[in-house]
């Protein structure tokens, strides 16, 4: 029997930790932490062993195989904190053919100290998935009436969904998917994003090897990518941002700074990178390559910033930037749902640019505008139809996601979709 709790939230990656727990011996499923990975892996194992418990951690640090046990697939919760696991499990799933042995959980990848203790991929044994916080349609805070695989089929029902005001798309942001999160007071939902930024301040940054990152700095970098957010930011605009420089000596030490934090970011799976697509456009050579910079949630980004529900509705651009961040989280949810890729386009010749580019695992592709009202849809339908036609392959369907809007409509020129996030699923 699962150790299943209680009060689990069915999640996206349920289905696919099914699918997969069939075909290998074990899975690890990395993401942020809180992100509701422990409790979505005990809704599919039959044990769990936590490495956090100093008494099982020692017991592990001895021989790995001293923690396993025959109640499969076995839990093993931030096994990173015993580099060797990984390698013993390797091997306990070679000693036959069974499938879905372990679950490995972790919270942050290894660093290059830690990751000399594992001498195999696992490739053929261990699947890695990766999990992120809640959409909204996981949360329940969008009705699903449109599947993006209901535009790439052309089986869109069209009509009134519901009105969405502004301060609820407000609240989404700093609230953010958060599973422990989602049902909290609405006067308290900043309290858990900041609780966030302040661990990984305090604690997380420095390794388990005893390399020490100075906090002020770390907060500092946080800042600027926050104030970033959904923008195709390098680490001259991070640098930029935080320091004045008297010489090339000292920029080149704080560049490499710079990266060094940025890298410890990314470990922690605190920054998502949205990567440039490129294909199938006339002038390949002029499209942008850089990524667009994402926390892994929306929240993040507002802790960083101090803001608030009201903030974001007195600041109109802010709160346009992280709506991106909102529908973007969701979209790159979706998209791994549906084993696709979320990217992003710029050609820097022409300066047109799509916020989101969908592509499936068949090869086709899509085409999304993100507009936090109406009022940017005809921008919107402009960027669309101009990439539409400088494009080899068409897109199979292009769509504009606004915020504050209340119905799923078809332009009937272009056939350009345009729906509320809040009515959207894979």
Request: glycine fraction near 6%; hydrophobic fraction near 35%; proline fraction near 3%.
């Amino acid at each position: 029997m699962a150790l299943t709790k209680q009060d689990y939230k069915p999640r996206l990656i349920d289905q696919k930790i099914e699918r997969y727990i069939q075909v290998f011996g074990a899975l690890c499923i990395e993401g942020p932490k809180w992100c509701g990975k422990t409790w979505t892996s005990l809704n599919h194992s039959e044990s769990v062993t936590y490495l956090t418990e100093t008494e099982i951690r020692n017991l592990a640090e001895v021989d790995p195989k001293y923690i396993f046990n025959k109640l499969r697939p076995q839990l093993i919760d931030e096994w990173q904190l015993v580099p060797e696991i990984w390698d013993a499990v390797r091997h306990e799933c070679d000693e036959d053919n069974k499938k879905g042995k372990f679950i490995l959980t972790g919270s942050t990848t290894l660093n290059n100290e830690s990751s000399k203790k594992v001498f195999h991929s696992g490739a053929g044994r261990i699947a890695r998935l990766k999990m992120y916080t809640m959409s909204l349609f996981e949360s329940g805070n969008s009705t699903g009436d449109v599947a993006i695989t209901d535009m790439l089929n052309s089986t869109v029902n069209l009509g009134y969904i519901r009105k969405v005001e502004l301060q609820e798309l407000a609240e989404y942001i700093i609230r953010g998917g958060w599973p422990a999160n989602i049902n909290t007071n609405i006067n308290d939902i900043d309290l858990i994003p900041k609780s966030y930024i302040d661990s990984i301040l305090n604690a997380d940054i420095n390794d388990e090897n005893g390399k020490q990152r100075d906090k002020n700095k770390m907060m500092m970098i946080l800042k600027s990518l926050a104030r970033n957010e959904s923008t195709l930011v390098g680490a001259k605009t991070i640098i930029k941002d935080i320091e004045e420089f008297e010489n090339n000596d000292e920029l080149i030490k704080s560049r490499t700074t710079i990266l060094d934090y940025i890298d410890c970011l990314n470990r922690l799976h605190l920054i998502e990178n949205q990567n440039a697509f490129n294909l199938n456009y006339r002038s390949s050579d002029r499209v942008g390559k850089v990524a667009k910079r994402h926390f892994t949630d929306p929240s993040l980004a507002s802790a960083c910033l101090n803001l608030t529900i009201e903030k974001l509705l007195l600041d109109h651009n802010t709160f346009g930037l992280l709506f991106e961040a909102l529908v973007e989280r969701d979209l790159r949810i979706y998209m791994d749902y549906l084993d696709g890729n979320l990217y992003h386009f710029r050609d820097n010749t022409s300066g047109d640019e799509i916020d989101s580019i969908l592509e499936f695992k068949d090869g086709e592709y899509a085409t999304i505008e993100i507009k936090l009202t109406s009022k940017g849809i005809e921008d919107a339908k402009k960027s669309l139809t101009t990439f539409y036609n400088k494009a080899n392959k068409k897109p199979k369907f292009m769509c504009i996601i606004v915020g504050h809007f209340e119905a799923v409509m078809q332009d009937p020129e272009t056939g350009i979709y345009i729906i509320p996030i809040t009515s959207l699923k894979p």
